[in-house]
């Protein structure tokens, strides 16, 4: 039952981020929720969970994943689209491990706290990715990223008993910080490029 409400909270998101366009005090509102909807749950899951798996190395990926981007900005100066594609496709990349291990916060022996938790910080997914991909990459790319992060996380739900040990690696723990660190940097300078 929770994993039918998480996806239907994923979709209900581009609805209610629709709805609210229409009053640019609501957009705000909804931008700042989205934006702090990222925040936290970097801040408070993602981050946390790194530096407990890989300690201060992470500390220092998630630098490094901060500083990734803007270094390939220069790099790319010319080229920046293709830098900001390169950071959208790590972004995404880093949405889809993410929505696996949403499928596998949703078993039941993670209890159904953790479960409520996940379905509800599915809206704010939901909406961020309905803001920021379809207005940069149309509505075919956006549903087909929609219905990946959908299967990826019905593949966390489903095969999620052996991917406890894969998600309790230390690896696993830096590719996330570093993904982490790429999304402070869309986070901090979204007005000022386009992710």
């Known amino acids: ?11 209900l998101g581009p609805v209610i981020y629709a709805a609210g366009r229409k009053n ?24 946390p969970e790194a530096l407990r ?12 994943g901060l500083a ?15 830098a900001h594609l ?16 949403d499928g596998v916060a949703l078993l039941p022996e993670n ?15 939901g909406m961020a990715i309905w803001c920021i991909a379809r207005p940069n990459f149309g509505i075919t790319v956006t549903t087909v990223l929609f219905a990946l992060v959908i299967l990826s996380t019905v593949a966390g739900f489903l095969i999620g008993a052996s991917l406890f040990d894969l998600a309790e690696t230390r690896t696993l723990a830096l ?4 993904i982490s660190g790429s999304l402070i940097h869309v986070v901090l300078f979204r007005h000022g490029h386009k992710h």
């Open 1 to 11: 039952m929770t994993l039918l409400l998480s996806i239907a909270a994923l979709l």
């Open 24 to 47: 640019p005090t609501a957009k705000r509102i909804l931008d700042g929720v989205i934006l702090l909807t990222i925040a936290a749950i970097i801040a408070t899951h993602v981050v």
């Open 53 to 64: 798996q890989a300690g201060w190395l992470a500390a220092l990926v998630i630098a490094l």
């Open 68 to 82: 990734f981007p803007m270094l390939l900005e220069r790099l790319f100066h010319k080229a920046t689209d293709t």
């Open 86 to 101: 390169f950071i959208v496709g790590l972004a995404a990349t880093g949405l889809l491990i993410h929505a696996v291990i």
């Open 111 to 125: 209890g159904i706290a953790l479960a409520y938790a996940i379905v509800l910080h599915r809206l704010p997914v």
């Open 175 to 178: 590719l996330q910080a570093f």
